[in-house]
Structure formats: structure tokens, C-alpha cells
């Protein structure tokens, strides 16, 4: 009988421990306010990683995650170095050839970032033609600029770099995602910046993972639904946007 009970132990330790895991996460940590470091504590914070831990707590796992620059999210992605990606990342056709993703957790869309003194010279993507645009490399911002005829655009490590780009005179429109504009005009705007008041290309962010992971894609998604049908999900939100 002490044999029967043993076994079972080790069977029902082996049972938990399967389900139990350190989930690597990879950021970009310039991305306020879904990602950043938080200047007093020196902690990475932000709505992504709040909501990636609250995925992670309610499957019962642990996460462990990664500054590094958002140009090499998807390829330590790919060659194993981190499980998933939760860096504001846009779910588009060409990064789905390379990663897969779980479904959207946000919806975003992308806004033009100009000099208040510019603002009625610049409505649209039409009327920057010919201009220097700021981006952050490897973001669909920067994709958008390539796509303004006879643009220079100029791509920086972090968009912070972008929007001192802009207030210095060194391009005429910074383009990123709304939320990000938005939250860095509340925090740090000092009245010189402003948006054009449209939102473009309405887009949505998924976690990466590695082409073919199936199973932590499922996981992950179960999360996500977890956090939304018990509140988490809406507390995170509003603690970062506001109510929605």
C-alpha cells in the first residue's frame, strides 16, 4: 500500500510540475506605456507586461523577461533564446510568415506626430510627401513611412529618440502607434508637439511565439480569455488608457 501511495505522489508531482513552467519573455522596453523602465524603481512596467503576468499567474507559470532591442524580438524568437514575444506588436501578414500569434489582446491604430506650428500644413500621409519622417525601426510606424512617396525617414532604436528627433527639427512628422503618442504627450508633451486628429491603419497586438508552438499559443490565448472573463484584463486596462 506504501508503495501504491508513493507512486501515486510521484505520479501526481509529475502531473503539476508539466503544467508548471518559466515562460521567457522578450520585450523592447522604450515603449511607454506598454513597456518601459520605470525611472524610480528601475523595474520593466508597463500595460504588456502587466498582462502577460496576469496570462502567466492564472495558467499557474512563471515568467522571466528580456530587454532587448524590438529588431531582434522575432529572431530570438526563432532560434529559441525566448518562448513568446509581448512587445506592442502588430499582427501583420508579413510577420505571420515568420512567427505565429495568439490572438489580439489590443487594438491600436497609428497617428502622425507633428510640430504644433505644422499642424495645418500637415493632414495626411498625402501631405508629407517629400518630407523627413521619424519612425522606430522594425515598427509598422516605420513601414507606413517607407510608404510616403519621396520620404526620407530616418529610424531610431526607441521612439523616444523619434519624438526629440521632431522636437528638434530634425524631421517634420514622427508616425507611431496612438497609445504610445498619446501617453508621451500626456507625460511628457510641453505643448510644441501634437497629433493630426485621425487614426490610421487600425491594427492589432498579439503575442509571438515560434512558428509551430502550438501548444503555448493555445496556452497563452486560454489566458488571455481567463483575464477578460474575470475582470484582470479590464482593471489593466483602465489602470493604463482609462475606462473602455
Given at each position: 500500500m506504501k508503495k501504491i501511495?508513493?507512486?501515486?505522489?510521484?505520479?501526481?508531482?509529475?502531473?503539476?510540475?508539466?503544467?508548471?513552467?518559466?515562460i521567457n519573455v522578450g520585450t523592447e522596453a522604450t515603449f511607454a506605456p506598454f513597456e518601459f523602465m520605470d525611472e524610480q524603481t528601475k523595474e520593466l512596467t508597463g500595460f504588456d507586461m502587466e498582462i502577460i503576468e496576469a496570462v502567466a499567474k492564472e495558467m499557474g507559470d512563471d515568467v522571466r523577461i528580456q530587454n532587448m532591442g524590438f529588431d531582434a524580438l522575432i529572431p530570438s524568437l526563432q532560434t529559441g533564446i525566448i518562448d513568446v514575444t509581448v512587445a506592442?506588436?502588430?499582427?501583420?501578414?508579413?510577420?505571420?510568415?515568420?512567427?505565429?500569434?495568439?490572438?489580439?489582446?489590443?487594438?491600436?491604430?497609428?497617428?502622425?506626430?507633428?510640430?504644433?506650428?505644422?499642424l495645418r500644413k500637415y493632414k495626411d500621409f498625402n501631405s508629407l510627401e517629400g518630407t523627413r519622417l521619424c519612425a522606430q525601426i522594425g515598427t509598422t510606424g516605420a513601414m507606413m513611412a517607407k510608404r510616403v512617396k519621396n520620404a526620407k525617414v530616418t529610424e531610431f532604436n526607441s521612439i523616444t529618440e523619434a519624438f526629440m528627433e521632431l522636437k528638434a527639427k530634425g524631421c517634420e512628422a514622427v508616425?507611431?502607434?496612438?497609445?504610445?503618442?498619446?501617453?508621451?504627450?500626456?507625460?511628457?508633451?510641453?505643448?510644441?508637439?501634437?497629433?493630426?486628429p485621425q487614426v490610421f491603419d487600425a491594427e492589432h497586438y498579439g503575442m509571438a511565439v515560434k512558428q509551430g508552438n502550438k501548444a503555448l499559443v493555445e496556452k497563452l490565448n486560454e489566458g488571455l480569455k481567463r483575464i477578460r472573463d474575470n475582470g484582470v484584463y479590464d482593471k489593466i486596462y483602465a489602470k493604463w488608457f482609462g475606462a473602455h
Open positions: 501511495l508513493l507512486s501515486l505522489a510521484v505520479a501526481a508531482a509529475m502531473v503539476t510540475g508539466a503544467h508548471a513552467a518559466t506592442a506588436m502588430t499582427i501583420t501578414p508579413e510577420r505571420q510568415k515568420r512567427v505565429d500569434f495568439t490572438n489580439p489582446y489590443y487594438q491600436s491604430g497609428l497617428v502622425i506626430m507633428v510640430r504644433k506650428d505644422d508616425i507611431n502607434d496612438k497609445p504610445v503618442v498619446d501617453y508621451y504627450l500626456a507625460r511628457r508633451g510641453d505643448g510644441t508637439v501634437t497629433t493630426v
